[in-house]
């Protein structure tokens, strides 16, 4: 009897040592799972901050180089400006330098053109001296050329006079005509006239007096004889005329009537 209340006893202590321990092993199992659970929690909400701060820090630099791409194109388009500003000032003074180079260029131009034109002028002005000059030149010449031809002209007019005179073969007389013919021709053509003399007043100009000769008949100053003809070279004496001048004889009668008048 005593023995089976020590067995009883026995096993109800270790029921209730069984009871314990199954619920300190459930106390434990809830509070591992419980640990587990805070475990997991912590994990997972580490893990969504380190997702967040991810995220956080790559929105971050997404933000950072949308800034930074602002930046530079804001830089780019400010140096841009920059760069077209400095480009118009440098084109501005460009401009004005050429500007003021095209005045000095243009006031030497009219400068040079001024010299040009009084150059023009001057060597026009000589041009025309030396031909002039040239002119004169020809014109000495040809008259000096002339002067030997008349003499020569007189003599064949002399000779003439002579053979229409004398007894000589009118195939001679014909030879010499043609010649002073052909020396006439050449002489109008070169443009050398025959000063008209004779029954004209003296002209002392083209005439040239080597005698009076007493004719009542004629005013005083008459040319009344040409010794040797003279000629006119394009309107300039080239030889006066020789001539014989009419005097008239002074009477008594002459002078009381000019007193007179």
Do not use: W
Request: include cysteine.
């Amino acid at each position: 009897m005593f023995f089976d209340l020590t067995i009883y006893s026995a096993i109800d202590n270790y029921l209730r040592e069984l009871k314990t321990f199954s619920i300190l092993l459930d106390l434990t199992k809830n509070d591992e799972d419980n640990s587990n659970s805070e475990i997991a929690d912590s994990e997972s909400l580490k893990k969504q901050i380190e997702s967040d701060g991810l995220e956080d820090e790559e929105n971050s630099e997404i933000a950072d180089s949308e800034s930074l791409k602002k930046q530079i194109e804001s830089d780019g388009l400010e140096d841009e400006e920059n760069s077209e500003i400095a480009d118009s000032e440098v084109l501005k003074r460009d401009i004005e330098f050429l500007k003021n180079e095209l005045e000095k260029e243009k006031e030497d131009s009219e400068k040079n053109l001024s010299k040009l034109r009084y150059l023009m002028a001057d060597f026009d002005n000589y041009r025309k001296q030396i031909g002039r000059q040239m002119e004169s030149k020809i014109e000495e010449s040809k008259g000096q050329l002339f002067l030997k031809l008349l003499k020569v002209y007189d003599d064949c007019e002399l000779a003439l006079e002579t053979i229409k005179n004398g007894q000589y073969d009118s195939t001679l007389l014909g030879g010499i005509r043609g010649i002073m013919t052909n020396f006439e021709s050449l002489m109008k053509d070169e443009g050398l006239v025959e000063i008209e003399t004779l029954g004209t007043p003296f002209d002392p100009n083209v005439h040239d007096a080597i005698g009076f000769v007493t004719n009542e008949l004629a005013p005083d100053n008459t040319i009344i004889e040409v010794v040797r003809k003279g000629y006119l070279l394009n309107n300039k004496v080239l030889r006066p005329s020789s001539v014989i001048l009419s005097k008239r004889t002074v009477t008594n009668k002459d002078i009381n009537e000019k007193d007179k008048e």
